[in-house]
Nanobody
Framework: QVQLVESGGGLVQAGGSLRLSCTASSGTFAFYAMGWFRQAPGKEREFVAAISGGGASTNYADSVKGRFTISRVNARNTVDLQMNGLKPEDTAVYYC????????????????WGQGTQVTVSS
């Protein structure tokens, strides 16, 4: 059983920055692509960013390109999401996911999700 634990959410003003972290309990962390998703109230969960197992490939939703950066440190079983230039529309619960696959830039989410961390951006 894999456990994913997110941290780093909070309240920030528009234009500010936050860094989210996700730590995985599995020792085979490097084998899997990892992704971040978010869900705003009344909306469906949406893809934000993904990174391949080795970290060489990444992909981003158009809405966050140029503002968010995903990275990972396999030796620590962590994947981070650096969020700069935050906007009120980035307000959501952010979830970490262990991917089923990441091929040709397309991330396929797997069954393991974290509990989520709230990000609130005030205008």
């Amino acid at each position: 059983q894999v456990q994913l634990v997110e941290s780093g959410g909070g309240l920030v003003q528009a234009g500010g920055s936050l860094r989210l972290s996700c730590t995985a309990s599995s020792g085979t962390f490097a084998f899997y692509a990892m992704g971040w998703f978010r869900q705003a109230p009344g909306k469906e969960r949406e893809f934000v960013a993904a990174i391949s197992g080795g970290g060489a490939s990444t992909n981003y939703a158009d809405s966050v390109k140029g503002r968010f950066t995903i990275s990972r440190v396999n030796a620590r079983n962590t994947v981070d999401l650096q969020m700069n230039g935050l906007k009120p529309e980035d307000t959501a619960v952010y979830y970490c996911n262990r991917g089923r696959s990441f091929s040709l830039g397309i991330y396929y989410p797997g069954d393991y999700w974290g509990q989520g961390t709230q990000v609130t951006v005030s205008s």
